[in-house]
């Protein structure tokens, strides 16, 4: 490894998070002068204007043969979302879930999490089960932009109004054209990070004689999520909490349905899918999508105790694929202290939480 790789990974990085930034800062200010709600907006113009880096980063490195980057950086990025920026957002403050979130995107997340898991069960996600995931995306958009519009004009004739990605109003700034400029500019961007980024990271994986995989799974995956990361963040500490969780559901929505779905679908022979990921990394993704359900339901907020308990099980799932690589001797002690120590423990504090919160609806139910 040189100076030149290193110098096109970390450009890379920067050109993908400059990128996304550009298109969601005009494709969510154009969407808001359309009258389309905050959670829709980031369900559907965030969430996919920051999956854009892990759309371009798995269709060229399938493209360019790295089928493990390709799916790595799906299964990794849905997994960092989730217990990362998640746990991260939480912890710059407690984030409200919306009940449409729990009643319609959560369960369509885990159920399309599920679905992608089936498919790959033969050893690889074929064109035609990337065609059936892309078109996933395609039907769910149309629904949810439609749906958002239909309601917000039964809103008592009020004007629709949705905050973009910086939490302005939404009024596009800048006129239509501006925004349009800007969209071009920031997938312009993304194009030519995904380039660099795929290119330092293979090069780096063969000097450090780690698999593409693990470095799809680590490096890559977080370096494509940092958009959500920032955006999630932010939406966050300036109170647009309805964003930063739906910018969180659709981004894995969009990872699975359009990413994957397209990777595979335009890559030849669809994209393999390696015996580590069956057995291990998409399992834990599936586990990670689950997990939001019973979360998410306490109160229809994610507290800033469940935030730390994601961003810790991000930090041991990391640790984990770390000593894995590296084949060291404590890897055997991490593995038993989270499947019998930390794993039930955690499923006796969301088991409480959650019967604490149903406690609570039937008694205020039966005092209304």
């Known amino acids: 490894m040189n100076w030149a790789t290193l110098f096109f990974f970390v450009a890379g990085f920067v050109a993908l998070i400059l990128g996304a930034e550009w298109l969601v800062r005009g494709a969510s200010r154009l969407a808001a002068a359309v009258g389309i709600s905050p959670l829709v907006v980031g369900l559907t113009v965030v969430a996919f204007g920051t999956s854009a880096p892990e759309l371009g980063v798995s269709v060229m490195s399938s493209s360019s043969g790295q089928a493990g980057i390709a799916v790595g950086n799906v299964v990794g990025s849905n997994i960092c979302n989730v217990l990362l920026i998640l746990g991260l957002s939480a912890l710059a403050a407690p984030l409200v879930v919306s009940r449409q979130l729990l009643r319609i995107e959560v369960p369509l997340m885990l159920g399309v999490s599920l679905l992608a898991w089936g498919m790959a069960l033969d050893g690889a996600i074929g064109r035609i089960d990337g065609l059936l995931l892309f078109a996933g995306v395609v039907g769910y958009t149309a629904w949810a932009i439609r749906r958002s519009r239909r309601d917000s004009r039964a809103l008592s004739g009020a004007p629709s109004e949705a905050a973009d990605a910086d939490g302005q109003s939404a009024a596009p700034k800048g006129g239509l054209l501006g925004q349009l400029l800007l969209i071009l500019a920031g997938l312009a961007l993304l194009g030519v990070g995904s380039n660099w980024l795929v ?168 005092q209304a």
């Open 199 to 366: 290119t330092g990271a293979v090069t780096i994986a063969r000097a450090w004689g780690v698999s593409d995989l693990l470095i799809g799974l680590t490096i890559v995956s977080i370096g494509t999520s940092l958009p959500e990361l920032a955006t999630s963040v932010m939406a966050s500490l300036r109170g647009e909490r309805d964003m930063a969780v739906g910018n969180i559901v659709g981004s894995n929505l969009f990872n699975i349905l359009a990413v994957l779905g397209l990777t595979a679908a335009v890559a030849p022979g669809g994209v393999p899918v390696s015996e580590q990921a069956l057995r291990f990394d998409i399992p834990v993704m599936v586990v990670v999508m689950a997990c939001c359900l019973p979360i998410f339901y306490t109160g229809y907020r994610i507290c800033r105790w469940e935030g730390a308990l994601l961003f810790g099980y991000y930090i041991a799932y990391t640790l984990f694929l770390v000593l894995d690589a590296m084949g060291h001797h404590a890897l055997p002690v991490l593995s038993s202290a989270l499947t019998s120590m930390a794993m039930p423990l955690t499923g006796l504090l969301l088991a409480a939480a959650v019967a604490r919160s149903v406690y609570g609806r039937i008694r205020n139910s039966s």
